[in-house]
């Protein structure tokens, strides 16, 4: 499986050129495409999952200090998305930790309606910061 997130912080998501059926709706800010992906075949796309968006969107921003004072951002939570008629979140969590060796992970538990990413940034943390 492929799982495929496209997130807007600041304003929903562009339209697609994608068929409307294989894509979130306009007004999506966080949209999870999930694929089947096996070699020798086709990518077979299974689910359209619109994490957050909508008129309960419901936007929360807590300031985040990890655990070295290189390690700081933002949490950014959102929801409004229904996949399946169950309500759907995500948490996005925006960081600047310089001594980072990657630079994006996800989680969430199989079957969970609520996604955990955070977007680590090691280049130019200690002389940028968010806003």
Same mark, same amino acid.
């Given at each position: 499986?492929?799982? %495929?997130?496209? $997130?807007?912080?600041?304003? =929903?998501? =562009?339209?697609?050129?994608?068929?409307?059926?294989?894509?979130?709706? $306009?007004?999506?800010? @966080?949209?999870?495409?999930?694929?089947?992906?096996?070699?020798? *075949?086709?990518?077979?796309?299974?689910?359209? !999952? =619109?994490?957050?968006?909508?008129?309960?969107?419901? =936007? +929360?921003?807590?300031? @985040?200090?990890? /655990?070295?004072?290189?390690?700081?951002?933002?949490?950014?939570?959102?929801? &409004? &998305?229904?996949?399946? /008629?169950?309500?759907?979140? !995500?948490? $996005?969590?925006?960081?600047?930790?310089?001594?980072?060796?990657?630079? %994006?992970?996800?989680?969430?538990?199989? &079957?969970?309606?609520?996604? *955990?990413?955070?977007? +680590?940034?090691?280049?130019?943390?200690?002389?940028?910061?968010? @806003?």
């Amino acid at each position: 499986m492929q799982y %495929v997130y496209s $997130v807007s912080v600041c304003e =929903p998501l =562009p339209p697609s050129p994608a068929p409307a059926d294989e894509d979130c709706a $306009v007004g999506t800010y @966080v949209c999870g495409l999930v694929s089947s992906v096996r070699e020798g *075949h086709d990518d077979n796309l299974i689910s359209v !999952v =619109p994490v957050a968006g909508g008129e309960n969107l419901n =936007p +929360t921003a807590a300031y @985040v200090e990890g /655990e070295s004072t290189l390690a700081k951002g933002w949490t950014l939570s959102m929801s &409004g &998305g229904k996949y399946n /008629e169950v309500d759907q979140s !995500v948490a $996005v969590e925006m960081v600047c930790d310089a001594s980072a060796d990657k630079d %994006v992970s996800s989680r969430a538990a199989p &079957g969970s309606t609520s996604q *955990h990413t955070r977007l +680590t940034r090691s280049p130019s943390c200690a002389d940028q910061a968010y @806003v």
